[in-house]
């Protein structure tokens, strides 16, 4: 009866488990993975957003594919600030950066076509490019060289094949929080257009560069095709507001032709509702004092995160340039799930465990730096205190009784 694109076995991991279980205790969690900025007390405030929606406006429909010419200035306005000139006619707008996925894959890809996806990266995508009945090709999109990870292009390369359709880069990449460098940017789009294919582009993060780092200019690379995507939801940490956008640029004639098909597309949903366009414009240009505090609360996690994890601890941060996430690699003969499991269980602290996100080593685990800062450093305490102990009795990696492995299923 139902579709192969869903997972026959929709049953949650152990993890999974162990959580629901204890959030339906109503057990006090202190929950170090949240990228939500409203739950996490940041974003616009009730009464900014609200005055955002009593434009007379809302009460109206006009049912423009692309999105209100309106908001759609406000969004080229945003990219202009970010030195990238814009017009109001490259920018699309979607219920959210995960519509506008669906809305590309639509574009690009028929049935059985493969999109190349970043690994370690956002694990929604294996799902994003699975629902619209496409194949996600992982390809491991950084390598670790002098501590960071960077773009691999000899693998992206090699990923390519007759079916692919497109490839998703994220910048800065959600875990590992790296920026695309000016020159990786152009080898992607360069592989791209010689294989037919269209980048996408996913900058959500891009305005929460860590403390002191300067973010790389940004080009518009002539070749090809490049749909770089974002949304409210990071841009002013309003997830619940639901509005993305997509921008298309790269060779004139590929633009026009992909614009026109993606009209038809969007026209077909009409996705963007009104009252979160109008949202859209109003608290765009207003953004900055959001970001302002979405970013000292990262500063001030990262500074406790480094003390608790600095020099003498068994767990190691990676270097960070940008993004809302933590990677801590832990000591060689830990495990991130049974460690996961242990802190979620005796400490009732939530990590992800790196897994998750595809990294290809088991000694990683994420942390989310928009934790409200109380709670982090309470919560960073207690990963470090498990983490000694688990490191001076040597029991890191070790399973505890009824706790079995469970990567599939999580
Ligand atoms: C890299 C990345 N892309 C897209 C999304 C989804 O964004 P939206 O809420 O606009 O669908 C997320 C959400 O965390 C993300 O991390």
Known sequence: MFSSRLDPDLTPGRFQRALDELRAADTPLIDLTS?????????PEAGVLAQALTAPAVAEYHPEP???????QAVAAYYADRALPTLPEQIFLSASTSQAYAELIKLFADPGSEILVPQPSYPLFDMLVTLEGCRPVPFPSMRVADGRWRLDEAALEGAFSAR???VILVSPNNPTGIYLAPAEQAAAQR???????????DEVFFDYPAEGFAYPRTVDEGAGLCVRLSGLSKVIGAPQLKLGWMRLSGEQARVHAACERLEFIADTYLSASTPAQLAAEAL?????PIQARIRERLHVN???AEQSFGRGSAARLLPREGGWYLVLRLPEDE????????????DHVVVQPGFFFGFPEGELVVLSLITPADEFAEGVRRV?????????????GLQPPGIARDRQSA
């Open 35 to 43: 990228g939500n900025p409203p739950a996490c007390g940041l974003g």
């Open 66 to 72: 692309r999105g209100l010419l309106s908001t759609r």
């Open 164 to 166: 692919t359709r497109a």
């Open 191 to 201: 592989l791209c257009a010689e294989h037919g294919c269209a980048l996408i582009l």
């Open 284 to 288: 765009l240009p207003r953004r900055s």
């Open 302 to 304: 990262q500074h406790v």
């Open 335 to 346: 495990d991130d799930e049974d460690l996961a499991c242990r802190l979620l269980i005796d």
């Open 384 to 396: 470090a205190r498990r983490i000694t102990a688990r490191a001076d009795a040597g029991d890191g």
